[in-house]
């Protein structure tokens, strides 16, 4: 396939996030604090995180093992940051959680599996036919200014998925009220982490499937942070007024 044809897909793949966007702001999906058994078949959650993520990793590197020679250094290292965020959201955070017998809907499993093949399908392809980073380009701008985000959103993800695990350590699978630090000002700085995150990952490629990778989180988890908020407080009556759902006085 050319670049022209490539192209026109990922676009397509774009609409299709905002299409994604529309509906979650309906429609919350089933997994988590919102889980319910009314959506089908259930898979129990650590596996169903496994199951959901495992496929980005698996179609990214069918689509550039068998060129990984001929990959310049830096295709290589954008590569490398991906699946460094992927082994740990497949292989580390899913045993992580201390979510005890929860399960998640079978279906929330398929859409993630469908996610991922087909973003993973799209980075692959580009990575492997289009891409043309030479050395020099770790000297760009958007290199620089890109990978300090993508480790600032990483970095935030991490910590507030690691503070919000640990509020359950030793104690209940139910939830209480997270404070300090950015929870004071949002409720899922961890959302608000991973999408920093992935505009990161955007500005250093500067390609179409990272930017549709982009799009596609925001689309995900923008809708799923309001969901978040709205439950803290409902839940309990002493939330705090001030906080926001995900962008810090804003929204
Ligand atoms: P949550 O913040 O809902 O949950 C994270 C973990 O902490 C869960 O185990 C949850 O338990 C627990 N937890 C959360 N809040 C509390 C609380 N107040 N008290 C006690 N325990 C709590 O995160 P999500 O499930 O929405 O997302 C998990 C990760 O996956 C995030 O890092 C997110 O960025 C990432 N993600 C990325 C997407 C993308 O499109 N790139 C899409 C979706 C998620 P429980 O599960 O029982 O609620």
């Known amino acids: 396939m050319n ?4 192209s026109f897909y990922v676009y397509c793949w774009m609409v299709l996030a905002l299409a994604v966007w529309l509906v979650l702001n309906f429609v919350t999906a089933p997994y988590g ?3 319910t058994d009314k959506w089908g078949p259930q898979v129990n959650n650590k596996l169903g995180w496994v199951l959901m993520e495992l496929p980005v990793m698996i179609v990214l590197c069918w689509f550039v093992i068998p060129v990984f020679s001929q990959l310049s250094v830096v295709t290589r290292f954008m590569i490398g940051l991906f699946m460094f965020h992927y082994i740990n959201r497949t292989l580390i955070f899913p045993f992580r959680l201390r979510t005890g017998k929860k399960t998640m809907p079978f279906i929330i499993v398929l859409s993630g599996i469908a996610f991922n093949i087909l ?11 289009f891409a043309t980073y030479t050395d020099r380009y770790v000297f760009e701008s958007n290199f620089i200014i890109g990978l300090i985000v993508f480790f600032c959103g990483m970095y935030i993800n991490w910590r507030a998925d690691t503070y919000l695990i640990n509020l359950r350590k030793g104690v209940t699978t139910g939830y209480v009220i997270p404070e300090g630090w950015l929870f004071k000002y949002v409720s899922c700085p961890n959302l608000l982490g991973e999408i920093i995150e992935w505009a990161g990952f955007a500005i250093l490629c500067w390609c179409l499937p990272a930017t549709a990778f982009f799009v596609w989180t925001v689309a995900n988890l923008l809708p799923r942070a309001v969901a978040h908020h709205k439950w803290y407080q409902h839940r309990f009556e002493n939330y705090p007024g001030n906080r926001k759902a995900i962008i810090p006085f804003l929204y």
Do not use: D, V, W
């Open 33 to 35: 604090r919102h889980a």
């Open 3 to 6: 670049y022209t044809g490539y």
């Open 119 to 129: 973003n993973g399908a799209f980075l692959g392809y580009y990575f492997s036919s």
